[in-house]
């Protein structure tokens, strides 16, 4: 079982920069992928990043976020956070930590989820 707390979701103007985290327990963290997800009003859950288990550091973006989102993984205090600059309105949504066996957008093939933070991004 695998238990995961997100933190950092906050209003934040457009163009700025936020920072969220996700703090992971459990057995085997180390053996999982970590990733976040977003969900928007009235949309389906999207992926947004990933990061590989403990070791390799490989990390996958979707096209939306790529070059402006940064995801890290802290191996040592088992965490995974997710830079975020020049964020858009559409960026506006509630934030998930996942864990997972491997990293890919579909969302039901991750295996344990947080609760989510909103994240709001006003003009």
């Known amino acids: 079982q695998v238990h995961l707390v997100e933190s950092g979701g906050a209003l934040v103007q457009a163009g700025g920069s936020l920072r969220l985290s996700c703090a992971a327990s459990?057995?085997?963290?180390?053996?999982?992928?970590l990733g976040w997800f977003r969900q928007g009003p009235g949309k389906e859950r999207d992926f947004v990043a990933a990061?590989?288990?403990?070791?390799?550091?490989?990390?996958y973006y979707s096209d939306s976020v790529k070059g402006r989102f940064t995801i890290s993984r802290d191996n040592a205090e088992n965490t995974v956070s997710l830079q975020m600059n020049s964020l858009q309105l559409e960026d506006t949504a509630v934030y998930y930590c996942a864990a997972g066996p491997t990293a890919t957008s579909n969302a039901r093939v991750w295996t344990y989820w947080g609760q989510g933070t909103q994240v709001t991004v006003s003009s």
């Open positions: 459990g057995r085997h963290i180390g053996s999982y992928f």
């Open positions: 990061v590989s288990r403990r070791g390799t550091g490989a990390t």
